[in-house]
């Protein structure tokens, strides 16, 4: 995720970053203005056309349109943004479930039991890692000491890991009530941790696997495409050659919308805008080392 300066207008306008939508677009564009160039070449040199009501009936329309579009667009570009939104508060509490979880278990085990709390000081840090390799759908490779933690042998890498994960961490703290290391109140007062890690994964995995529908995209796009072919017929009469920038611009930021909205619609991808994980992670795992 890009890090930056709210505030520090100079460095938005003067400076381009990988993920600008500009360098992405930089083809499209000089080709919308080849395009626009050859018709104003062809309607000011050769056909000159006379500016009547077609001309005026043309211009009206692309205004029409022209609010059309900006609502669409708007409710595509806040659709992608819930749906951003909704996977940073599921990593935020994902982190606040993991320092709850330690921290009880600070309080409830033994100061010299430390092979559990090993246990723990892994395993909980270890899911944010696994999930997050799940929701990029990266085969994930855990660098534990199995010595420690014989659990590893059971992990079946062609399954839901962090479901087998989920599994562990229960079945340890299952272990801990059977073995009387932990009272009946304290196993529920850990479920409910335990539960939200499942919730969260659940949740994550929604938003990666229901993405906007495909005929409503394609039908943007389209739109979008469209509406800036036409636009040079409209507007070269009032403009002439300065039609040529102009409808390179509004390509642009109309493009540009859409493709914001691509790449912040799926959030877990590892795009310069996608939810930073990597830092979660490293976070939870700091976090955790700290309470337990």
């Not at 309080?107 to 559990?116: A, E, R, S, V």
């Amino acid at each position: 995720m890009v890090q930056y300066n709210p505030k520090d207008w100079l460095s938005f306008i003067f400076r381009f970053h990988k993920s600008d939508t500009f360098l992405k677009l930089l083809p499209m564009i000089l080709l919308i203005s080849l395009y626009s160039g050859v018709i104003a070449f062809f309607e000011i040199e050769y056909w000159k056309w006379s500016e009547g009501n077609k001309v005026k009936n043309i211009v009206l329309m692309h205004s029409l349109l022209g609010f059309v579009i900006s609502l669409l667009l708007v409710f595509r570009t806040n659709t992608a943004y819930d749906r951003w939104w909704e996977g940073r508060k599921l990593w935020g509490a994902l982190v606040n479930n993991s320092r709850n979880l330690a921290l009880k278990l600070s309080g409830i085990l033994p100061k010299n039991d430390l092979q559990t709390r090993t246990f723990f000081k892994t395993f909980i840090p270890q899911y944010a890692v696994i999930l997050k390799n799940h929701l990029r759908s990266e085969k994930t490779r855990l660098a534990l000491d199995e010595e420690l933690h014989p659990e590893l042998a059971e992990l079946d890498h062609e399954k839901h890991l962090p479901n087998q994960m989920a599994a562990l961490l229960f079945k340890k703290v299952n272990s801990l009530y059977e073995a009387k290391k932990i009272t009946g109140e304290q196993l529920i007062i850990l479920n409910g941790e335990l539960i939200s890690f499942t919730d969260i994964c659940g949740a994550c995995e929604r938003i990666k696997n229901t993405p906007i529908p495909f005929s409503y995209s394609a039908f943007i796009k389209k739109f979008i495409f469209f509406y800036v072919m036409t636009l040079p017929w409209g507007y070269v009469f009032n403009l002439g050659y300065l039609m040529i920038p102009v409808v390179a611009f509004i390509f642009y930021v109309l493009a540009s919308l859409e493709l914001i909205a691509e790449e912040i619609e799926d959030p877990f991808g590892v795009d310069s805008n996608d939810l930073p994980m990597d830092k979660i992670s490293e976070n939870i795992n700091k976090h955790v080392q700290e309470l337990l």
